[in-house]
């Protein structure tokens, strides 16, 4: 754990770095991942693991968890002996709420000497029993939800540079993966690009960003347009989309999102067989071209020249065979590359950006 | 004054106002109009001169105050002495926040004996003069736009009873009025109807309702949900439109609140003549027939069946001429009834309405 920092940082690639909050979070990290049942429900884990795997020692599971990131069980008394610094809540649920079962597990942690690091809506000050364990052993509350910054509404001004947003017919799809899987695609071809997180997972995974669902809705244009400044012509800020155009809670996150990105390229993240939106009942996903079609109609009021530059497949459910011959078919069915970035990176879909944008 | 309730409160006519917050404004009122310069932004003031004269008993304007709503100057002593009970905020700006120079009429307010009224996104007690000139006094510091109660993410479910949604091209244009005016219609019909508010004006008006752009912005469609809960089969809902899907800043509140709407039927507010989203630089409006499509293509993921049924026309700047002519052509253009809400009322479009849907 020597080579670890003491802190996640952003890589600096850009010239307008500062403009970006720092989000601080000790490191190594314990993953909480509490009663979760189902995959989905444990993104934030499985993000952390994925993309930041050096910097998580270990998971914590109560009896009835059904997931498993692929990190050793642990207690909090074998974490902290292990350096553990924070134990990062791991597990997102539809409205983002601290479980009551859960707190006696955060104060162990925060006894142990961990800091707390949540990425749900309620903050974890406004529980009384953390408050006083967190005062009582000097260790703080990370709310990576929480705002301190206020936002100006949008202009819809266009800023010079580049940028890429990544959307899809649905929650939980792939949006941050690919997002970052293009972002590095552009450095390996020698090309400025920074990540930018809209998420509480993708705010974890770079140290800095905003989590766009937990801005109030007036001011969701004007922080996404904060949040991908004016920068160089040939920069391309990569942006994770969130939610979707189709989902009947989150849609409205998804548009002020995408206006305040105006982005020049759009990428759709697509999963092969999935056909009903998670989290509600009766909602079928859109076919991947009404997908296309209605997020180049929304994203146009920004930015009048977007192009949808690939298509990032989702295969995880998929054998190897299973996933090109998907693969193949999306290409034919649209013209466009597509490649699955945790299976293979997407440097097919960087390639093509800068030759259309050259 | 002497028939003047003590408090605004919403009119009892459906089997779920218990599920409504109220929002106490003690009454008559002073409205303030500062320093404001265009008429787009008092429309706070101008709501409340419109729908709720008797409860308006004077206005205070700053030297460069442009804009008069048609009532009585006084000053504060002046007010207080005519029985006035609250100052009320009546104009607003992009981002909502109250400007350094009100401050000391507020504190005078406040040590008249008036209570303070503000549909600003700051909050008034952030502000320490204010809260300190509350306190001494005991005065309330009332903010519409905050919201106490916790809201769900949205379901998507459908819901009993019927709803229409105003919409349109562009901020200010109508909505609020046009939603009004068909509670009005409805009713005079013998239609069981609550108007539903969803901002500051709104909210003042009805004294009840939800600000729904500063609501956070993963919970705008669950907070639209809550407000048009399941009713008889028979009841309208007359819920007041945001934004629109064409401005670069509020779209993704227009959306929002749309699919948590899930209107039956849409009303298009238009304004012959407008050419410029307001607030923004460089955005024209779009075609009536664009506005319609749009708007149609986005309400129809949380209600398939969702039909225009009218439009309303804003012919404030137009002769009574002028007007008619207008409004006769935007009929022959969409083949659907047009009234001016303001001028002639709506009931040419409640009419149609009941027809459709009866």
Chains 1, 2 share one sequence.
Request: proline share 4%.
């Amino acid at each position: 754990m020597a080579k670890i920092e003491k802190t996640t940082s952003a890589s600096k690639n850009s010239v307008e770095d500062q403009t970006n909050e720092q989000v601080l979070m000790p490191v190594p990290y314990l993953l909480f991942l509490g009663d979760c049942q189902i995959e989905e429900a444990a993104k934030t884990a499985f993000g952390l693991v994925q993309w930041r795997r050096e910097l998580c020692i270990g998971q914590l599971r109560l009896s009835d968890c059904k997931i498993d990131v692929g990190l050793s069980d642990v207690t909090i008394q074998q974490a902290t002996s292990m350096g553990a610094k924070s134990l990062v809540i791991g597990v997102v649920n539809a409205g983002g709420f601290i479980s009551d079962e859960w707190v006696s597990y955060f104060v162990e942690a925060l006894d142990a000497g961990l800091d707390l690091v949540s990425g749900m809506h309620q903050s974890l000050s406004d529980i009384p029993a953390l408050k006083e364990a967190a005062r009582r052993n000097g260790q703080k509350l990370i709310d990576i939800r929480s705002n301190t910054r206020n936002f100006e509404t949008g202009t819809g001004r266009k800023r010079s540079g580049k940028r890429v947003l990544t959307v899809g017919p649905d929650c939980a799809i792939g949006k941050k993966y690919s997002a970052l899987s293009i972002e590095q695609s552009l450095r390996d071809l020698g090309v400025k690009a920074d990540f930018r997180a809209t998420g509480q997972t993708g705010v974890m995974i770079a140290g800095r960003g905003i989590a766009i669902d937990a801005i109030v809705s007036d001011f969701m244009a004007g922080a996404a347009e904060w949040l991908s400044p004016d920068n160089d012509p040939d920069h391309w800020d990569v942006i994770e989309g969130q939610g979707s155009l189709f989902h009947p809670a989150y849609a409205g996150v998804s548009v002020g999102l995408m206006h305040g990105s105006q982005p020049d390229a759009l990428v759709i993240c697509h999963q092969p067989g999935r056909k009903n939106i998670i989290s509600v009942e009766n909602y079928e996903l859109p076919s991947l071209r009404d997908c296309i079609e209605l997020n180049m109609a929304m994203a146009k009021l920004t930015n009048p020249a977007v192009k949808t530059v690939g298509v990032c497949a989702n295969t995880s459910k998929l054998s190897a065979q299973e996933a090109e011959v998907a693969i193949r078919a999306i290409e034919d069915e649209v013209g466009l590359p597509c490649c699955d970035p945790v299976r293979e990176g997407t440097e097919k879909i960087a390639k093509y950006m800068l030759e259309i944008y050259n």
